[in-house]
């Protein structure tokens, strides 16, 4: 159930790194694309890893899309680069963020 008080760090928080999160504001991204990594960062980084095994239900729900609109996100943010994915069946994989955005080159910001 959701804690309807202000927020406090007590009842969980989202530990990275400054010159990550910096990276993805200057990356050009789509709300859906934004929401999704924001997603990823929230189950992988919010519970101390790097990587965890998703399925696109959850990055989805928690994202608050649709699947079939998170899971075409998903494919294309893994084919960038902003995100690694490794398919263990149909609807789960191994997913985590790429630590190096700053390698990647900027895409154009109209899509």
């Known amino acids: ?3 309807l008080e202000s927020p406090q760090l007590e009842h969980g928080y989202t530990r990275i790194a400054n010159e ?7 990356y050009p991204l789509t709300g859906g694309e934004l929401r999704i990594l924001l997603a990823v960062i929230r189950l992988t980084y919010g519970w101390r890893r790097k990587e965890a095994v998703l399925k696109i239900r959850e990055m989805a729900q928690v994202a608050g899309l649709s699947e079939r609109h998170a899971k075409r996100i998903v494919k294309r943010l893994a084919r960038d680069g902003l995100l690694f994915r490794r398919p263990l069946s149909r609807v789960k994989a191994v997913v985590g963020l790429n630590a190096f955005l700053g390698a990647l080159p900027f895409r154009p910001a109209t899509r």
């Open 1 to 3: 159930m959701r804690n």
């Open 20 to 26: 990550l999160l910096e990276e993805i504001l200057r």
